[in-house]
């Protein structure tokens, strides 16, 4: 979807499981992005983020597929539960996600 500013993630984290009270089980691993605006790193939408801070990629006004944040596990893992949560300004939102895992030879 179209962007009109820098897209912004403030949360983003994987676990192992989902239950009747939400997600459980965070799996750890390296944030990656398709780059970084100047102080968002993609590390910023990780549970262990400073408060108030979030990822904000590197393009403005993004094409589809040109802005996009992970995580990188250091072992094969099953994801059941994915938090997620853009910026509260409308601006910096997509309205379209595509969720992708790499199986280690493909997406």
Known sequence: AHIDRSWAVRHLAFF?????????????????????????????ALPSKPADSEW????????????????????PSDVRCVEFEQSEEAMDTTLELTLEVWDGSAW
């Open 16 to 44: 192992e499981e989902a239950g009747p009270e939400g997600c459980d089980g965070l799996l750890p691993g390296s944030p990656v992005a398709s780059g970084e605006a100047d102080g968002h790193p993609p590390s910023n």
């Open 56 to 75: 904000r990629a590197s393009c403005i006004e993004c094409a589809p597929g040109a802005a996009w944040i992970g995580v990188l596990f250091a072992n």
